[in-house]
């Protein structure tokens, strides 16, 4: 066989340069050390084994350990993400990352499991991400509730359960408690919807696509279905269905800022921290003091969230800290599209003893609530009825979601309406959406979601402090005698202390150390006057000096001291959230 024919010859020479450029990619970026499907969720097991397997294949950047047992006996995992070659976990800023503190919000948790996934995979081969990673510590509980997770994958729930931990709550007070709950009656495996046709009745059905119950709303007008509920039975025989499920309670309003007893704020328990979950988590953010940021994951709804819960704590957040807040999360509007920058009392509803309330009133973190998942993604378009919140998941627009599962889904998304004989209600129909629409995307959307979100997280994280020495400088006065001043830099936009912090006296305040074998420092204190050379003086211990406010973001910090005697210096900047620097200083010679 004769190959002669230029244009073949050409042909073979690409192909052959397409596969030798394929072939040098592939050792560039070769595959991942661990494949975690993300067009998927990981029940409760599956999590904990994807978490261990990315353990065993980074030892050098990742360590897991349980903090504590949920109500029924499940390990609340913690994975940091840490290059300990570049220093222990606690010398550096930190970031705090969880999810699914309901149950039914499991898609953050595999927001937190890609987090882990995409910083450790791509360490040593994305500049950014390596360098994020030797600089910064990520501490990441990917389920905060794992009980209600497991009960949402393996029990009756609907879109909207099961939020509750498993602590057993006597809903209906009757004495007994969680004794009635939902049930799939038609065993299709899902919580739809029960109707009745009755003259007279509420609702009619739609004349554009008879899937859809519309209210009657003209006196004249007279329906033709009433709507029963989600499917279940009187298992109490007090005459009421679904009353007392599983659970019945909130841990996202039983943190201790703004906590409120039971009456003023439904689900927020006997006391604040009153949940093994929530109490081990607090536990662990207070024993870590390097905590500069904070991002809880929940959904649905599109929305980047951030306090106060409540308007009676607006004078609780400085302008100062507020400004900060508005600006990462303007950034975050532009990485996560049809997401929301809001105020949660402001733009959702008002709510008590929420965790980041916690996490920023209480210790002076900066703190976020992403809300995972707005269904309007789905359709690429925005909603044009409806409050904002109903907009955003889809509340009002019933005919957009049939659309989505009928063109998209493929009908996955709806179950269409069926009779049943009900023991109480007699013959009935069942049917409606299952519990996965309105608050989990659809599973080719789920990678996009992790990907959005994990990068705001990141994002996040290198804005807090990052503190270099800006200069340090000695001058001689007279012989034995001179002044050293030294000046930090923050090149960020996180402060080292947050307003919230200094105006409460949370935490420790930074500090600036000077000190030497030979040397007395006579004076000390914040340079107030460059070209005078007038300082603040500390009044006691000049050697270290005490920085309430810190470094403020792109800011600098410059103080002065005036020392006797020769050697040599050594200067030490220490900050609970920027981390440590250490300079030596020449010898102060005559």
Known sequence: MHLRTPGLLLTIAVALSAAQAYAADTKVTPPPKVSIAFNRLYDYPELVEQLKALVAAHPDLLTMKSIGKSIEGRDMWCVTI?????????????????????????????????????????????????????????????????????????????????????????????????????????????????????????????????????????????????????????????????????????????????????????????????????????????????????????????????????????????????????????????????????????????????????????LGIFSFTNELWNNEQLLGRSATTGTTLERAIGGGEQDDQLFASDRLLFGSNYRPWKPFKHPFYGDIEIGGFVKETQRVPPMFMLEDLCHRNAAFVMYHADQMPKLIWDDVTVAKLNPGLFTVTASVKNIRSIPSVAQQAANRRIGLPDTITIHGDNLKVLAGGPLANRDTGEIDAAEFEPATLRLNSGVGGGSTVRVRWIIQGKGPAHVRYHSQKGGSLEKAVLNLED
């Open 82 to 362: 840490n290059n300990s070659k570049t220093g222990s976990d606690r010398s550096k800023p930190a970031m705090y990352v969880d999810g699914n503190i309901h149950g039914n919000e499991v898609q953050a948790a595999e927001t937190c499991l890609y987090l882990i996934w995409y910083l450790t995979e791509n360490y040593g081969r994305v500049e950014t991400i390596t360098k994020l990673v030797d600089e910064r510590v990520f501490y990441v509980i990917p389920t905060v509730n794992p009980d209600g997770r497991a009960w949402w994958f393996t029990g009756p729930n609907t879109t909207n359960s099961s939020r509750s931990g498993k602590s057993p709550i006597d809903d209906d007070r009757d004495g007994v408690a969680d004794e009635d709950g939902y049930e799939d009656l038609n065993g299709d495996g899902q919580i739809t919807q029960m109707r009745r046709k009755i003259k007279g009745g509420r609702f009619k059905l739609s004349p554009t696509d008879p899937r859809i119950m519309i209210a009657v709303t003209k006196p004249e007008e007279e329906g033709d279905y009433e709507l029963l509920g989600s499917e279940g039975i009187d298992n109490d025989g007090d005459g009421q269905i679904n009353e007392d499920g599983p659970g019945g309670y909130d841990m996202n309003r039983n943190w201790p800022a703004d906590w409120q007893p039971e009456h003023v704020q439904f689900g927020a328990g006997d006391y604040p921290l009153c949940w093994p979950e929530t109490r081990c988590i607090a536990d662990f953010i207070r024993d870590h003091t390097n905590i500069a940021g904070v991002q809880a994951f929940h959904n649905a709804a599109g929305m980047i969230l951030r306090g106060p819960g409540h308007p009676s704590r607006q004078a609780d957040y400085p302008a100062g800290d507020d400004r900060i807040h508005d600006e990462i999360g303007k950034v975050g509007e532009k990485m996560l599209p049809f997401y929301r920058n809001f105020v949660t009392y402001k733009d959702l509803y008002g709510v008590h003893g929420g965790f980041i309330g916690w996490t920023y009133e209480h």
